[in-house]
């Protein structure tokens, strides 16, 4: 009961750290003291307090979009497990839940954006369109891959891959955490996907479909992205966490490896460039070769010699 | 006879300048076909309009100056346009002005008033989509309309409207012509719009300007180019999203506006320059600190321009993006910075040399730049070493003239004009050429003031930059010129 109570907290508060973590990192080669880690929690008060301001041009779609976008983060949090190495929910299959939950927050959004009539918008929208339809497959290849080796298809499931497997589950554990990890900062809207940094409206992706969003709204949004980078930092913290390891290690572990995603996050956005939107697709690629690798090798491990 | 041969920063009588018909002016400019460097017009009385041309021999450094009269009912002529595409935007900007209009002009569109008449260039089609950006901008900068026209990401052409920062400069000049009110004209140009409108003034007014004066205007100027290409390679870095040139050049940019800041008060060199000299001195105290100040901004610049042209992810944004061929940059008569990157090697620095060129010893070697973002991020790099080293020499020679005086008095400006002149001075800017002509009547009054900013020119050159590129594209090309609007529009 404890570590599902530890679980929730972690859930609602370490996205804000995460955010704040990720710019102290940048600011750090950059250079500059930063904000404080906790600005973007002080932002998500602040933007709560604050008056609507909402387009004439939109529909209910888009009043409903933004906490429907945070509901099925929510929603999706539930299957996964995070400190404990156990999820609040675990259903077999519960990866194809998990999916297509945050799918639909996605639909939401993208149909929010559309419904502002802006021709930004609906530029941001179909680039979130196009890379999402290439980032789902290679997502589940990876996740089901992995699951598919404990044969219960659950997402506590994860942890047991690096300890089950011998070698085979380095290497798998390697590339699975390498393609999630891409993962991360394209579901975030990263650098080099994205820059989450920039007031240019006319190269940002995620921004550029919240542009007209403000207040609660706008929190809501910004915290569920956040939310879902937790979520699959947290995919990659079950796969690295040992399955024996006791409830304080599993719980430290978890919190470190998340700290240091992070600061890796941060390090990746000090040192490159943005790649050119042409170019994002060979990027995107890049994270399903990994995902094909992952299930070639556990196609080698279960029916191979 | 029908041009009058002249060089740059002199004053000429204006009964001196021919006087042609139109039909034969415009035969002579193609016949001479030389670069258009101003084409305006002046009221002649009676309803007549008398239209001046400049054009300059670049590499003979000469100006070529004549006029055509417009009778009052002469309301139309054919335009040069289709013969020399560089004249373009002088003959939509004269249109505008006298509503003479230059018949079968291919692009007749306003250039900075009567936006709401704009005639937007149209697409059709299932894929089309038209995507407006401004006037107002995210981001604190000036107002500007585009309009893309684009097929998915691909932008197949861009409209630019600009005009809504005019406020009649031209005319203000004319009741109230200042030092202050010509270094309010661009606001990132205050050295080289100051010095241009100093020499215009001092040339009609017959005032000689003393060598450390000259030198001081000179150090200025190479002081506000190193600054503004160093702010504008940060700012590309940042466009990208690389995190740590932005910060680097931001912080370097600030050292040398500081120095301007402790020469004369204000950070972008306002108050510096006066009629007929400059306003503050420079003790050998300040010199020995500035000397230690551009030695740590050339170091930083250096290194981190390297790092960022070795960085695989930087060069691949960098390269083959918003490219402009060198023959269309001389075609449509792109000057400046634009036009070096794109292999025009067009600088009236070194064009129409003065004294110091010679004296310090500077020399220009040749760019050979192919005309996209990273030639002109090189460019910037190799002018901001560039300006380092001549801020050095002058340094240097400062020694040579303590004792001078900085300036002639403050009642210069108060000195009566020469009469029915024509006087031009031309100054390269960080931007490119930057163009003062004063005209004055029978009383010695200013009668036309011309100015011509190279973004005037230039404008075009963004337009035909992002077109077949990613309109994702379009700020990292636009920042990599960053054009002025309040240049443009006056």
């Not at chain 1, 998500?44 to 209910?60: A, E, G, H, Q």
């Not at chain 1, 430290?252 to 943005?274: D, F, H, K």
Request: proline content about 3%; charged content about 20%; some cysteine.
């Amino acid at each position: 009961m404890l570590m599902k109570i530890l679980n929730l907290i972690i859930l609602l508060v370490v996205p804000f750290l995460m955010i704040g973590i990720i710019r102290k990192t940048k600011a750090f080669w950059g250079g500059r003291k930063g904000a404080s880690v906790f600005q973007p929690l002080y932002d998500f008060v602040k933007l709560m307090k604050k008056d609507f301001v909402i387009s004439k041009t939109t529909s209910v779609v888009f009043r409903i979009a933004p906490v429907i976008a945070i509901s099925t983060v929510l929603f999706a949090a539930l299957f996964v497990p995070m400190a404990s190495g156990s999820a609040l929910i675990n259903i077999p299959a519960g990866l194809i839940v998990f999916a297509y939950i945050l799918g639909l927050g996605k639909f939401f959004s993208l149909i929010s954006a559309m419904d502002t009539g802006s021709s930004f918008e609906g530029m941001g929208a179909s680039r979130e369109a196009c890379f999402t339809s290439i980032v789902e497959p290679a997502f589940f290849i990876v996740i089901a891959s992995i699951m598919a080796m404990s044969g219960n298809y659950t997402f506590d499931s994860l942890s047991q891959i690096l300890s089950s497997a011998g070698s085979y589950g380095v290497l798998i554990t390697i590339f699975a955490v390498l393609a999630l990890f891409l993962m991360i900062l394209i579901e975030g809207c990263r650098v080099p996907v994205d820059d989450p940094a920039t007031h240019l409206e006319l190269t940002m992706i995620h921004e550029v479909m919240i542009l007209d969003n403000s207040a609660s709204d706008l929190a809501l949004i910004s915290w569920g992205a956040a939310m879902k980078m937790l979520l699959i930092s947290s995919l990659i913290a079950n796969i690295l966490i040992p399955d024996d390891a006791s409830a304080l290690i599993s719980v430290a572990l978890y919190l470190l490896i998340i700290l240091a995603i992070s600061v890796i996050i941060g390090t990746v956005e000090s040192a490159m460039a943005r790649i050119r939107m042409s170019h994002v697709f060979k990027y995107i690629f890049i994270m399903s070769s990994f995902a094909l690798v992952v299930l070639s090798l556990v196609v080698a491990r279960m029916f191979g010699g | 006879m029908n041009w009058l041969k002249t060089k740059n920063n002199t004053k000429l009588n204006l009964s001196d300048i021919p006087e042609l018909r139109m039909g034969d002016l415009r035969k002579e400019i193609i016949s001479l076909n030389k670069r258009p460097v101003a084409f305006f017009g002046k009221d002649w009385g009676l309803g007549r309009v008398k239209l001046f041309v400049v054009l300059a021999d670049d590499k003979a450094g000469e100006l070529y100056v004549s006029s055509a009269l417009f009778a009052a009912d002469e309301k139309a002529y054919e335009c040069i346009t289709n013969e020399i595409p560089s004249f373009h935007i002088f003959e939509r900007e004269f249109y505008e002005d006298f509503g003479i209009e230059p018949l079968n002009h291919p692009w007749l569109k306003p250039v900075r008033r009567n936006q709401d008449k704009y005639p937007f260039f149209e697409m059709q089609g299932e894929e089309v989509h038209q995507v407006g950006v401004g006037p107002i901008h995210a981001g604190v900068i000036e107002p500007g309309h585009f309009r893309f026209m684009c097929n998915g990401e691909t932008v197949y052409h861009l409209e630019i409207m600009l005009g809504y920062q005019h406020r009649g400069v031209e005319e203000l000049m004319l009741t109230q012509p200042s030092n202050q009110l010509a270094e309010s004209v661009c606001g990132d140009s205050v050295i080289a719009y100051n010095t241009a409108f100093s020499q215009v003034m001092e040339l009609l007014k017959g005032v000689n300007v003393s060598d450390k004066a000259q030198l001081i205007r000179k150090l200025a100027l190479e002081m506000e180019r190193a600054a503004i290409h160093i702010g504008d390679l940060g700012a590309i870095a940042g466009d990208i999203a690389y995190l740590m040139g932005a910060s680097v050049f931001g912080v370097t940019r600030t050292l040398v506006i500081n120095t301007m800041l402790e020469f004369s008060g204000s950070r972008f060199g306002r108050g510096l320059i006066t009629t007929g000299g400059v306003n503050f001195d420079l003790d050998d105290e300040k010199i020995e600190r500035a000397i230690k100040t551009f030695a740590k901004v050339e170091k930083d610049v250096d290194r981190m321009a390297k790092t960022m042209l070795k960085n695989s992810t930087v060069m691949s944004r960098l390269e083959k993006t918003g490219t402009i061929s060198t023959e269309r940059a001389i075609e449509a008569g792109f000057v400046g910075m634009a036009a070096r990157a794109a292999g025009v090697e067009l600088d009236s620095r070194f064009d129409f040399p003065d004294k110091w060129i010679k004296e310090l010893d500077i020399e220009n070697k040749p760019f050979n730049g192919v005309g996209d973002v990273n030639s002109r991020f090189k460019l910037r790099y190799k002018e901001v070493m560039q300006s380092l080293s001549i801020i050095r020499k002058i340094f240097e020679k400062l020694k040579e003239f303590k004792n001078e005086p900085i300036n002639c008095g403050y009642e210069v400006m108060n000195k009566e004009n020469a009469k029915d002149a024509f006087v031009i001075s031309i100054v390269e800017g960080w931007r490119g050429e930057v163009v003062h002509i004063a005209l004055t009547d029978g009383s010695g009054a200013l009668s036309k003031y011309k100015i011509k900013d190279p973004s005037f020119n230039n404008w075009f050159v963004l337009a035909l930059a992002v077109r077949n590129n990613g309109i994702s594209d379009f700020p990292l090309c636009n920042k990599s010129f960053n054009l002025s609007y309040c240049g443009n529009d006056l």
